[in-house]
């Protein structure tokens, strides 16, 4: 059976805390957001104000122009994470990778950069916004993140390989879930052996949301990453852990 967790996860839902599960509680490892809008120039005044603002705000440290814009950043401490801001001409976009930030700090601060960056750059609302959220989790009863697509989630045992006369490691599988009346959004799941870790899966979850945002309504970005956080932690994750048992349970 599953172990009980013994510390609460902000990533994990409220209805799992305390009691037995049977993934590892998901950690963040990624969270990316990208905001469409209206193609525009950027001037180098109106991109420095912005950066000097949003370095006051959020921490950033290094400016540089890329094609289109700008790139603002700050690298961690361990040189293992960093945290970057870009402007182009149609969008921004915002990126925490390997920084501990969880989904409603990384809310916070891309509701705080945009308040800052859409009066000052002229931008009159955003028209897409794609969410990404990361996460690894560890399966309980299985050696390894292959073994447990293989011979729990998709029931092939060793034997079945044989035809293929090459050694073998089942990496993964992609969900896609279309828009509906009620959720007018699409998700874009993939669910990987991860790279760095071969007892881990690495899952992740692509939402698109086409409602355009006006200024006035940045709460909706919030909205929007809690939303994809969600479907992969609750949906994704417990779906998942449905799999993880003992093969004669």
């Known amino acids: ?33 990208e905001l469409v809008h209206l193609p525009m120039a950027h001037s180098a005044d109106k991109l420095r104000e912005v950066y000097n603002e949003v370095c006051r705000l959020c921490g950033y440290e290094n400016f540089l122009r890329v094609q289109g814009g700008a790139r603002i950043e700050r690298n961690e401490p361990d040189g293992a994470g960093r945290s970057q801001l870009t402007f182009l001409s149609d969008r921004i976009q915002l990126s925490e990778e390997h920084t501990g930030i969880t989904v409603d700090q990384f809310g916070k601060k891309t509701t ?3 308040s800052t960056a859409l009066p000052a750059l002229g931008i009159p609302f955003l028209l897409v916004q794609v969410c990404t959220v990361r996460v690894t989790a560890a399966p309980n009863h299985f ?4 073994e447990y697509l ?3 989630l998709f029931r092939i045992q060793p034997e079945d390989f044989q035809p293929l006369q090459r050694p073998t490691s089942v990496f993964g599988f992609r969900l896609v879930f279309p828009p509906t009346a009620q959720h007018p959004n699409n998700f874009n799941v993939r669910v990987e052996c991860y790279a760095r870790d071969g007892r881990s899966l690495y899952i992740e979850n692509v939402g698109t949301f086409n409602s355009s945002i006006q200024p006035a309504s940045l709460q909706e970005v919030d909205r929007n990453l809690q939303r994809t956080s969600d479907f992969l932690v609750e949906n994704i994750v417990g779906f998942l852990s449905i799999f993880d048992r003992k093969e004669d349970d």
């Open 112 to 114: 705080g950069v945009l």
């Open 1 to 33: 059976m599953g172990r009980k967790t013994g510390v609460e996860d902000p990533l994990w839902p409220a209805v799992f805390q305390g009691d037995e599960v049977l993934l590892s509680e998901p950690r963040t490892i990624s969270l990316i957001t």
């Open 143 to 146: 050696r390894t993140a292959s």
């Open 150 to 152: 293989a011979r729990s």
